[in-house]
């Protein structure tokens, strides 16, 4: 989490933030926050199967990730969600509060055209009971650089 605010601050983001009970799904999420549910972000990790490599994709919280889609995106033949365990191990995070910058993991992000649907966003912030709300506009800045593409479905 603080990384998440201190690059915020280092970004001058203008972001709010939420305290709440444990969530552990995008529905239970957008009911703590008070917002729609399109408007939550989605940070799943995925990995490269054959080359251990571990991806960041982004989408909007109503959308499924089309794994056909980002294996052709991300020139991989299978992509797969991590394991809790890797989950854990790669993000120091629990799964669901995962937040979406993967550079402060360390991994490349995708981030899903879904997602800029909306003027602001929401996401865990590495705790499952804290989230932040910022301008998708600023997600874009954070992520850079950026692969926005389309690879998730309703």
């Known amino acids: 989490m603080k990384k998440v605010l201190e690059l915020f601050e280092k970004n ?17 999420a957008s009911r703590v926050r008070g917002v729609e549910l399109k408007t939550g972000v989605k940070a799943l990790l995925v990995r490269k199967a054959k080359e251990r490599q571990f991806i960041l994709a982004d989408i909007a919280a109503d ?20 394991t809790r365990e890797e989950v854990i191990k790669v993000t120091n995070c629990e799964p669901g509060s995962v937040h979406p910058i993967g550079k402060l ?9 879904s997602v800029l649907e909306n003027e602001f966003v929401n996401f865990n912030i590495g ?3 804290r989230s932040a709300r910022i301008s998708s506009k600023d997600l874009v800045k954070l ?12």
């Open 143 to 154: 992520l850079l650089p950026l692969k926005a593409l389309e690879f998730s479905r309703l």
């Open 105 to 113: 993991f360390g991994i490349d992000t995708y981030l899903d055209k």
């Open 63 to 82: 959308r499924k990730l089309d794994f056909k889609k980002l294996e052709m995106i991300a020139g991989t033949k299978k992509l797969q969600f991590a």
């Open 127 to 129: 705790m499952l009971t």
């Open 12 to 28: 001058n983001v203008n972001y709010s933030l939420y305290n709440h009970e444990p969530v552990y799904t995008s529905d239970q």
